[in-house]
């Protein structure tokens, strides 16, 4: 069996790895690493969790210790599709790279361009970035990409998804030809291939893992109902969500709940904090800072679930995650297999559940087909139809009827009718005509005495 030892890295990252407690490289680790100390274009393909961050961030290192970079012109660069995903690899870089003299500088969004540009105007030896915030840099005339020796591409799969496609292949051109590319994908879509054959140089291809395949260590299942109607369609997958979970139990260490669309991630983490559970949310809407405080305590297990988008489908490397609940059906098949990567990591056991409607069979039946095996069903006694029930509002007490006073009532009216005399109707008087205003006199005065004095002339 290969060790670390045995791949020729140089003592300074040999103590590092010691100090992390890595004896074995997985196998994209046993096998890229040499070609990449050589000095050749390596095209890693492996599913998610396999370990191809330490598979290039190791052979940098040992390259780049010797040698100094310039202001402005990073030695080396590394690309990565989410602002996670980048802050990650910085971490791998910083604990692998502790006892080697090298600069680091992080470029993502959410952060301010201020406090990059002074770490690039010092001179970075490793680069690592958002393909956007990289070439906001470039075009700022705050970066040259001319003294590139290494240029790493990680999950170029979620480049193509992200539609990085385009920024991905000016980055290229950007950098010398004469550079090393390491290049890591878990799939190799057409697009993906053409870019290969496009910019590097007789690679070697590395694929330790049939493309699109799951980890034999997660067990899998998927709970397929019908709600009662579409209405309470929401509320069924939250009740439903809410037993597995609860059915799992102490098994359960923690787990990420993956949904299709950022406003159901809302409404799933306000749920399940309702419900006395301990829960953060993580989406592309939400501040940079906030993200950062929520992976950090999902790691150190101050949070139990993680509600997500597929943000955190790619590349998180948190190697206790027991569980992964697939809110929603994934609409492409490949996010299937990075979701439930989450889980069963580093040869541990893991668990994968998924709830399906009727309308989602179809992108059930495209998963079933790209990894080509069914998906165990599972049944669960849970009411599928929940109609939120009614509570009756309790009725207002009223006073009882008095029925025996009714008959006495009714016969004193009767009696008062018969023992009353008849009476002539009173006259109304008439209404005098109205006179002129002033005088009530309602005769009608013609000429007579008032006959005005220029007639009798």
Known sequence: MTKFTDLGLSPKVMKAIEDVGYDTPTPIQAEAIPYALEGRDVLGIAQTGTGKTAGFTLPMIHKLARGRARARMPRSLVLAPTRELAAQVAENFEQYAKYVKLDMALLIGGVSFKEQDKLIDRGVDVLIATPGRLLDHFERGKLLLTGIEIMVVDEADRMLDMGFIPDIERIFKLTPFTRQTLFFSATMAPEITRITQEFLQNPQRVEVARQATTSENITQKVVCFKPENRKVEGKAKRDMLRSIIKEEGDKLTNGIIFCNRKVDVDIVMKSMKKHGHSVGAIHGDLDQRYRMEVLAGFKNNDITLLVASDVAARG???????????????????????????????????????????????????????????????????????????????????????????????????????????TAPKEQPRKKPRGPKGNDNNKIKGLGDHVPAFLLR
């Open 316 to 422: 998180l490397d948190i190697p206790n995650v027991t569980h992964v609940f697939n809110y929603d059906v994934p609409i492409h098949s490949e996010d299937y297999v990075h979701r439930i990567g989450r889980t069963g990591r580093a040869g541990r056991k893991g668990w994968a559940f998924m709830l399906c409607l009727p309308h989602e069979q179809k992108h059930l039946d495209g998963i079933e087909a790209l990894v080509k095996q069914p998906i165990p069903r599972m049944e669960i006694d849970t009411p599928t139809a929940t109609k939120p029930e009614r509570t009756e509002r309790p009725k207002k007490a009223r006073p009882p009827k008095q029925e025996e006073a009714k008959p006495v009532v009714a016969e004193a009216v009767v009696e008062k009718a018969v023992d009353a005399k008849p």
